[in-house]
């Protein structure tokens, strides 16, 4: 079964690119007119989002959870290790809770939610009035197998995920935040 229709012959290809050069001009014109600018592009002001994440340390978090959201967020703050001079602490609190679901007959959980939490204060240094001060949660699940090993490895494999996504989340709200922050109120020394 096949239909002809006469009045969209030969217009296939070009007419779909003609449409979508169209979409992309709009879109740009739309965009820049409501002063959208790239978050992570060329900086038109004095500063940039990416120099002042790389002025960011992280301090120390306590456990091994904590250790591995450190680290994450020391490569995503800084990943091309730009030697910038520190003007911004960071300091992170972590927080843990883990509920076994799908409780079977036996009486035995096959599903467990893992739920992360992150409670993060931006300091400039030197100073002890909060620039920025948020959370972060994810709730992340895993199955409960019969095998001791494979649960405990779907668990550090939901926690290592979770803590990615909170790494992620922290940066992209920080990023936010010097976007948005004007030179003249940044903390002195930026």
């Keep these: 079964m096949s239909s002809f229709s006469p009045g969209l012959r030969g217009r296939g290809r070009a007419g779909g690119l003609v449409g979508a050069i169209l979409c992309a001009v709009l879109a740009v ?8 600018r790239p978050l992570y592009g060329p900086a038109s002001d004095d500063g940039s ?5 790389a002025a960011v340390t992280v301090e120390r978090i306590d456990d091994r959870p904590g250790q591995e959201l450190r680290n994450q967020l020391v490569d995503l703050l800084n990943p091309g290790r730009l030697q910038v001079p520190v003007r911004y ?3 992170v ?3 843990e809770e883990l509920n076994e679901l799908a409780v079977e007959r036996s009486g035995f959980a096959t599903r467990a939610n893992l739920r992360v939490e992150a409670t993060y204060v931006l300091y400039a240094t030197g100073d002890t009035a909060p620039l920025v001060h948020n959370h972060s949660r994810v709730v992340s699940s895993y199955n409960i197998g019969d ?6 490895t779907a668990n550090e494999a939901a926690r290592s995920q979770a803590l990615r996504q909170i790494a992620y989340d922290i940066r992209g709200r920080l990023a936010a935040y010097f976007a948005a922050t004007p ?3 940044a903390p002195a020394g930026s």
């Excluded at 014109?29 to 959208?36: E, H, P, R, T």
């Excluded at 989002?49 to 994440?53: F, G, I, K």
């Excluded at 095998?147 to 405990?152: C, D, N, V, W």
């Design 29 to 36: 014109v739309v965009l820049s007119a409501c002063g959208f």
């Design 49 to 53: 989002a990416v120099a002042d994440l």
């Design 89 to 91: 602490r960071l300091d």
């Design 93 to 95: 609190k972590l927080k």
């Design 147 to 152: 095998s001791r090993f494979s649960t405990l």
């Design 183 to 185: 030179a003249s109120t």
